[in-house]
């Protein structure tokens, strides 16, 4: 099955072919493959030393196999983004003839699954693939050495393990399943000393029951100290489950995560941090990163111990369904919520206002003080189209504030810089500025759906809005957290609407 490289035959016919055509250097993957291009010189920095499990194909780009295996493993690259390396090395190049040869490579194509030693600084653990050669069996034996650093919890070891280096982020993933899954094994590995991973079964109910767990797979991220517990409501995807769990740490800077549109931005700001970080950032530069960081190799060397924390603001959270919003915002008594209405294809409107709001959740943050949680919407969604239009708006990028449980919203009217955003945030913190009445079919729709839930019919669309008391917004519990199994003083409230009035 191999094209040996020591056939003279095909060595004399490759010669002959490559001394014919003109692009006697070019590889078998394009730029633009998912497969990663590495080469002698950087073979150490992105598969050796580096903290995930990676597949490397020695090639030769005359090798009818190896022709062959190209769209397998494409295939099996697209399926191990953000979770493993699947990488090539193209033997035929004079400068990578030695690391074939080191790495024992005798035909063409071989394959070969490296990952890190279990201690640190330990070397990589290299094993051949001998399996078969298409994209599942690959992805399959790849993900299956994956290294595992997500701790899993029993009942009997929870308290030990929340309160072991307490002032570390933990992040616990609550689920049915009894094995750990490629996606969080790969989001320890980036998150590897910033963040401990751990999995809590369904069944340990001691657990479950603490953090007040009612569905299977809810991720919780414990951000350390004695700072509330956040609940992650998005999909269970990489990219933003990177997003999500970054406002408490930077995920390590090694180039293997989802290369998803989405995550250009957190890319970019993670890249301006390596500039800052990264003394040792070599000016090779990877496929999977752009060329940009290649300017960043002069940096003083006292930055290398890097603090982990992070000084770019996170991106605010996202909401994805319409169940999701109905939870954190339209229910019959949600509070203050900050909406940023924007298309998932962001705009340079929409990056400045999604930037703008993060900086001020975060500036707020920082002072520790309390604030209405902002979120990201998609107008593309259409389960959130009946809220956009009941709200009358129509703008590509709109800003508004809803607060259900007193039935009004506000809507923003500004360039969306920093300074204009802050200050209508403020006014709402303030309760200054025009309001507008929630209209009843949004609420309405909300209380049809969430009537379930609730014991009592609720009237929340009654309520009048001048009379609307807002001053003791900042001493109420308005935050984006969440609080181990306590229900928040307003879900025990049977009577919100006498309150207001
Ligand atoms: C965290 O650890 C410190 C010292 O190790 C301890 O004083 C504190 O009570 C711990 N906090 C929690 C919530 O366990
Ligand atoms: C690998 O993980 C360590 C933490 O154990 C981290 O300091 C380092 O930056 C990571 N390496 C890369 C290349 O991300």
Redesign the pocket.
Known sequence: MHCFNLNPTVAVAAVALLTALPTVQAGMYTKSSPVVQVDAKNYD?LIA???YTSVVEFYAPWCGHCKNLKPAYEKAAKNLDGLAKVAAVNCDEDENKQLCSMMGVQGFPTLKIVRPGKK?GSKPVVEDYQGERSAKAIVNAVVDKINNHVRKVADKDIDTFLSTNNETAKAILFTDKGTTSALLRSLA?DF???ITFAQVRDKESKTTELFGIESYPTLVLLPGGDKEALLYQGEMKKPAMLKFLSQVGE????PAPAKSKGDKKSEKKDKKDKKDKAPKASSETTSTTTTESSEATEVPPSAESKPKVIEVAPPIAAIASAQALINECLHPKAHICVLAFAPVARGETAEKALTSLSEIAFKHAQAERHLFPFYEVHTDNEAIAPVFKGLELTGEVELVAVNAKRGWWRHYEGDFSSTSVESWIDAIRMNEGPKNKLPEAIIGEVIQESKTATEKPVETVEVKVEEDVMIEVDTEPETTSWQGAEPTPEATDASPKHEEL
């Open positions: 920095r030393k580096s903290n640190r590995i590897l000393d910033v995920p390590n800077p090694d």
